[in-house]
């Protein structure tokens, strides 16, 4: 989906249209899910911030501002969400914030996908999740993520090697 129309759904979001908010959600879920997930590793945490996302957009569409980057708008509020669920984890002792919770071996019935993935820093999850399922280019991800450009290429590339070598194990 175009940014111009993401844009304008956000605007009727904003003025009350639940058919728009209706037609975000189906454009963009897979994606804020894919997005939540590189955080969290945990389908059942990723369903309850993909809801509370979308929750979360269709309170706050009015401080959207027009014309700016609607994707990173959103994706934002996702990954605030997501990261109060692993401050939450952290506070009951779940997980430590600065490391993966809930890293998968091939064995524990993941999916090869989600084996593979939890293999990446959670920056490089960032970064592939962004470019491949959302499909920013790597100046903008650098500009989303505080990084120079040639960083982010660098750690995606980095991140695609690693998956590749994982793909053998699995």
Do not use: C
């Not at 979001?13 to 939540?36: C, H, I, K, P, Q």
């Not at 945990?42 to 996302?53: M, P």
């Not at 605030?80 to 939450?88: G, I, K, T, V």
């Amino acid at each position: 989906m175009e940014g111009k129309e993401l844009d304008l759904l956000i605007q009727k979001v904003a003025a009350g249209d639940n058919a728009a908010l209706e037609r975000l959600y189906r454009e963009t879920a897979r994606g804020v899910y894919s997005f939540a997930y590189s955080f969290l590793s945990n389908h059942q945490d990723t369903e309850d911030v993909l809801q509370s996302s979308f929750l979360l957009i269709k309170q706050k569409a009015y401080t959207y501002r027009r014309g700016t980057n609607a994707r990173a708008w959103m994706l934002q509020i996702v990954k605030n969400l997501a990261l109060d669920e692993l401050r939450r984890r952290k506070r009951r002792g779940e997980v430590e914030l600065d490391e993966r919770s809930g890293v998968l071996s091939p064995d524990e019935g993941s999916s090869a996908l989600d084996y593979m993935m939890s293999k990446l820093s959670s920056e490089e999850r960032e970064i592939v999740v962004l470019h491949v399922y959302w499909g920013y280019k790597h100046r903008e991800i650098a500009g989303m993520l505080h990084l120079p450009p040639g960083t982010v290429s660098w750690k995606y590339s980095a991140a695609i090697k690693k998956l590749e070598a994982f793909r053998e194990d699995v």
